[in-house]
C-alpha cells in the first residue's frame, strides 16, 4: 500500500460517514425494499418481486395530524402531480377505496394510485405522513400447489408441474382432532357452543349461500351478504375458497360452530385473488357495524400476501377495538414473519399440521404462530350445488378450525370477550409437544442486510435475533412444543 492510498482512505472516511447520516439507504428484507425515512422523506416499503400492485401506495398519516389537515391532504391528492384516480384501468373503476381517508381513529389511511413523481412529493411530506407501504397481492392461504419438496401421498404418483395429484378419499379427521389432545382419533367431534350469537367476516372469495351447510330448517340460510371490495362485483363464489372455510367454521355437519352467523366479505375475485388495500378497505367498512352494536365478531383473514406493514397495523387496531382476528401463518414452508396476516403479531396465527400431527409440509412457522390445527386433505363445502363437497389443504383451513372454535367458546359467555382473552383460551386447551417435523434449520437465524461497500451500511435484525432464543426453546427441533387444537368447555 502506498503513503498516497492510505491517505485517500483517511480523508475520505469521514466523508462517507456524514453522508450515510444524511442520506438513508434503501436495504432489502425478504422481497420488501425498505427505504429509511431521513429528514426529508418518509418510510416509503416496496418490493423486489412481482408482489407489489404497481403505482398503488398505502399511506399512513401521522397519528397527530388534526383532522382538518389530514382532509385537505387527501382532498389534495385528487390533482397533480398525484393524480389519484378512481382506476387506473377499467377493471379498477370502480374500486372505492381509492383517494378516501380511512380514519381508524388512532391511525388514518389513504389509498393513493400515483407514479414516480407523485411518490416522490408524497416522501417530502413529513409534515403529514408517517409512512407509505406499497399495496401488495393477495391470494387465499390455500395450498394446491405444492411447494418444494413436494408432499405427496406416495412416491410413485406422478407430479405434474409440482402439483401433487386429486386426493380421493374423503376425510373428517379435522373435527375429530380438534376436540381431544390424544392423538390417537376416536372417531368422535364433541362440541359445546353453536356460535349462534357469533357473527364470523370471512374475508375471501366469496360465500356461496345456498349450500345445505348454511341452511336453517326453515329454508334460510345462516349467510348474509357484507361488504366487497369492488362495487361491480356480486357475492357470489366463484373459486370456491371462502365456501370451503365458512364450511369448516359453520357447516353443519362438517363445521365446527354449526349455529354461527357467517358473513361473507368478498375481496378476493373469482381466481382468488385480491388487493391488501381491499382487505383494509372492507376491515374498515365492517368495523363500522361491530364497533356500533358491540356484538360477538370475530374476522377471519385466511389469506396471505408478501409481509405488508399497513395490513399488520390495521390488524392490531381492530384488535385494540376488541375484534378477534383469525389468520393462517402461509404456504410457503418458511417463516411467517415475510407473509401478512401471518406476520401479525396482534392476530391469532394459525399453523397447519397434517394427520399425525407433523407440521404440514407447507405450513410456515416461527415465533408468530401462536397455535396449530388440521390442514391437510379436510373435507368442506364447496360451489356448484347445495351437496356440493370437495377436500382442500392449507393454512386457511387450519384457521378456519381455530374460527369456529372461537366463535363456540365465545357463544358460551354471556359478554364479549377480549382477543387476548379467546387467544389465552384457546392455548390453555390446546397441547404442548405435538406437532412434529419443525423445520430445524432456521433456528435463530440472523441477517445482515448490506448496501455499498462499508460494513457501517449493514443493517442487522438486531430484533429478530433476539427473539430467537425463547422460541427455539418453544416452537423448534425435534419435538415441538407447538400446539395443536383442543376446544371446547
Ligand atoms: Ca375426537
Ligand atoms: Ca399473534
Not at 377 to 388: E, V
Amino acid at each position: 500500500m502506498t503513503f498516497g492510498t492510505v491517505a485517500r482512505i483517511s480523508i475520505l472516511l469521514p466523508l462517507y460517514i456524514l453522508i450515510d447520516t444524511v442520506i438513508a439507504e434503501p436495504y432489502v428484507e425478504g422481497d420488501r425494499r425498505i427505504f429509511p425515512a431521513d429528514a426529508t422523506n418518509v418510510e416509503l416499503h416496496t418490493y423486489t418481486g412481482d408482489s407489489g400492485v404497481p403505482d398503488t401506495y398505502i399511506v399512513k398519516l401521522k397519528q397527530e395530524v388534526d383532522p382538518q389537515t389530514a382532509s385537505t391532504f387527501v382532498d389534495n391528492l385528487k390533482s397533480e402531480p398525484y393524480s389519484v384516480t378512481n382506476g387506473r384501468s377499467s377493471a379498477f373503476e370502480n374500486d372505492p377505496s381509492v383517494g378516501v381517508m380511512m380514519d381508524f381513529g388512532d391511525t388514518k389511511m389513504v389509498v393513493v394510485e400515483t407514479q414516480e413523481e407523485g411518490l416522490r412529493l408524497l416522501r417530502r411530506r413529513v409534515d403529514v405522513v408517517e409512512a407509505i407501504y406499497q399495496d401488495s397481492i393477495v391470494t387465499t392461504a390455500q395450498a394446491p400447489v405444492c411447494h418444494v419438496p413436494c408432499e405427496c401421498p406416495a412416491a410413485e404418483e406422478p407430479v405434474d408441474n409440482n402439483v401433487c395429484p386429486p386426493k380421493t378419499a374423503a376425510t373428517d379427521w379435522g373435527l375429530d382432532r380438534i376436540d381431544q389432545t390424544n392423538g390417537q382419533l376416536d372417531g368422535k367431534f364433541n362440541v359445546m357452543g353453536t356460535g349462534s350469537d357469533v357473527n364470523v367476516y370471512i374475508f375471501d372469495s366469496g360465500i356461496y349461500a345456498e349450500h345445505q351447510e348454511f341452511s336453517n330448517s326453515d329454508g334460510s340460510t345462516r349467510v348474509s351478504e357484507g361488504f366487497k371490495a369492488l362495487d361491480s362485483w356480486n357475492f357470489t363464489d366463484i373459486y370456491g375458497h371462502g365456501t370451503h372455510v365458512a364450511g369448516i367454521i359453520g357447516g353443519k355437519t362438517v363445521g365446527v360452530a354449526k349455529n354461527v352467523n357467517l358473513i361473507n366479505v368478498k375481496i378476493l375475485n373469482d381466481a382468488g385473488s385480491g388487493q391488501v388495500s381491499w382487505a383494509i378497505w372492507a376491515m374498515y367498512e365492517a368495523a363500522f357495524p361491530i364497533l356500533a352494536t358491540g356484538q360477538k365478531s370475530i374476522m377471519v383473514l385466511a389469506l396471505q400476501s408478501s409481509r405488508n406493514d399497513a395490513f399488520n397495523d390495521v390488524i392490531q387496531t381492530f384488535t385494540n377495538y376488541g375484534v378477534t382476528i383469525i389468520t393462517g401463518s402461509g404456504n410457503n414452508n418458511g417463516l411467517s414473519f415475510y407473509q401478512s396476516p401471518g406476520s401479525s403479531e396482534a392476530a391469532i396465527t394459525v399453523g397447519a399440521s397434517a394427520t399425525g400431527d407433523t407440521k404440514a409440509i407447507y405450513s410456515n412457522y416461527g415465533p408468530e404462530v401462536d397455535i396449530w390445527a388440521p390442514g391437510t386433505d379436510i373435507l368442506s363445502s364447496t360451489t356448484g350445488s347445495p351437496d356440493a363437497y370437495d377436500q382442500g389443504s392449507g393454512t386457511s383451513v387450519a384457521a378456519a378450525f381455530v374460527a369456529g372454535a372461537a366463535a363456540a367458546y365465545m357463544s358460551s359467555l354471556d359478554y364479549r370477550p377480549a382477543p387476548a382473552e379467546v387467544a389465552a383460551y384457546l392455548i390453555q386447551q390446546a397441547a404442548d409437544n405435538v406437532v412434529t417435523d419443525s423445520p430445524t434449520q432456521h433456528n435463530c437465524r440472523w441477517e445482515a442486510t448490506c448496501y455499498g461497500a462499508h460494513f457501517w451500511s449493514c443493517r442487522i435484525k438486531w430484533d429478530f435475533f433476539s427473539k430467537c432464543p425463547q422460541h427455539a426453546r418453544r416452537r423448534y427441533g425435534l419435538r415441538l412444543t407447538v400446539q395443536t387444537l383442543r376446544p371446547i368447555l
